[in-house]
């Protein structure tokens, strides 16, 4: 393999161009996980102004790239999949046919490992280093939002009545609903993002807005607009004012749903599942082949998926010192995480317990 590696923001627009065309063809080629707005050149060069150590390697045959893989490199050789812990897809994005060596890979990119905890599925020469596989469920609208919601009521008919029902109920009692798909206005995803954070604490998880590059990365991406890639802020309004929103990623065929949060003021409107069913209903009528809700176990996940894809953890190796401490480290902690979100009599006593904590910091 000819590969060439460089920084995020040396990228030529020659072969940015030759990455999103492979993209919006995936589908065609029987792989549409690659479509996903996570594996796009933009998301990777957003998180390269944020964070140091991205990289992208350009895999190329008879001098035309044939597949990229974007990293994040530290200084030891510790390699890790881009946007690790917030990004929801990852892999190397190739044309039709492309097979490679992973650690030959890793190699040319000098990294001893390389760490995912979102492979898509079709990644075979890294799923070898995959130590676990798990589901992440999608809502097909491929076929229309009318076909979408005569699936789910077919599968879930109890839920949907009652979200449709919550939603009229909202219109009767607010003073105006409406939905607006695609909103610009900056202070609506503040709105979004103190929400969520609320929602973290109230919850006794990390807030991942804590992270002043999490949230200079949403706020790039959500001024990031072209053809195929744009960042989508979808907001509920009642009453004259924001009750449920969310930002998510699109490409041409896929919309990766991000950060969900509502006002708990509204709650017995399900205002958060109203705006998923407007936001499948925009995304059917913009060309969306599906909504991935992203990896996660989740009540309204279950109900409003019509089917799932898998994605895996892992790490991918090359024999070498700094691989096996990396491992060492990681291993143990992925492994009583995953353990605990598996079996729901060790999950549900510690989900209370982080609420509980999460009451008592809301209080202090």
């Known amino acids: 393999m000819d590969i060439s590696v460089y920084r995020a923001g040396e990228l030529g627009a020659a072969d940015r161009a030759a990455w999103t065309a492979m993209q919006s063809k995936a589908h065609l080629h029987g792989?549409?996980?690659?479509?996903?707005?996570?594996?796009?050149?933009?998301?990777?060069?957003a998180v390269g102004r944020c964070r140091r150590g991205v990289r992208i390697a350009v895999v190329r045959e008879d001098g035309e790239p044939a597949a990229f893989f974007p990293f994040q490199r530290s200084a030891a050789g510790v390699g890790r999949a881009v946007g690790l812990g917030v990004s929801d897809a990852q892999g190397l994005v190739h044309r039709p046919g492309f097979t490679w060596d992973a650690r030959?890979?890793?190699?040319a990119c000098g990294l001893a490992v390389w760490e995912f905890d979102h492979l898509t599925e079709g990644q075979e020469p890294f799923e070898a280093g995959a130590s676990g596989t798990f589901p992440s469920p999608v809502m097909d609208v491929d076929r229309g939002y009318e076909a979408y919601l005569s699936q789910l009521r077919g599968r879930s008919p109890k839920f949907t009545r009652s979200t449709l029902a919550k939603e009229r109920k909202l219109g009767r009692d607010a003073d105006g609903v409406r939905y607006v798909h695609d909103e610009r206005d900056?202070?609506?995803l503040g709105?979004?993002?103190?929400?969520?954070s609320a929602q973290y604490r109230r919850t006794g998880r990390s807030d991942r807005f804590a992270h002043e590059w999490i949230t200079r990365l949403v706020q790039q991406l959500f001024h990031t607009r072209s053809e195929p890639f744009a960042g989508i802020l979808s907001v509920l309004y009642a009453d004259g004012r924001p009750v449920a929103a969310h930002f998510g990623l699109r490409t041409e065929?896929?919309?990766?749903?991000w950060f969900p949060a509502y006002d708990p003021a509204y709650s017995k409107y399900s205002p958060g599942l109203v705006l998923h069913l407007r936001m499948a209903e925009a995304a059917a009528a913009d060309g969306i082949a599906y909504l991935d809700l992203?990896?996660?176990q989740k009540e309204y996940k279950d109900s409003l998926k019509t089917r799932e894809i898998s994605v895996s953890e892992g790490w991918v190796t090359r024999r070498h010192?700094?691989?096996?401490?990396?491992r060492a480290r990681r291993a143990p902690v992925r492994a009583l995480r995953n353990t605990v979100l598996s079996r729901p009599e060790l999950f549900e006593p510690a989900d209370r317990m982080l609420k509980r904590l999460g009451k008592i910091r809301s209080r202090n």
Do not use: I, Q, Y
């Open 104 to 107: 030959e890979l890793l190699r």
């Open 294 to 296: 992203g990896r996660g």
């Open 253 to 257: 065929r896929v919309l990766a749903c």
């Open 31 to 45: 792989s549409p996980e690659l479509a996903n707005p996570f594996l796009s050149p933009e998301f990777t060069l």
């Open 191 to 196: 709105t979004l993002m103190d929400w969520k």
């Open 186 to 188: 900056p202070a609506a």
């Open 321 to 326: 010192p700094v691989a096996l401490g990396h």
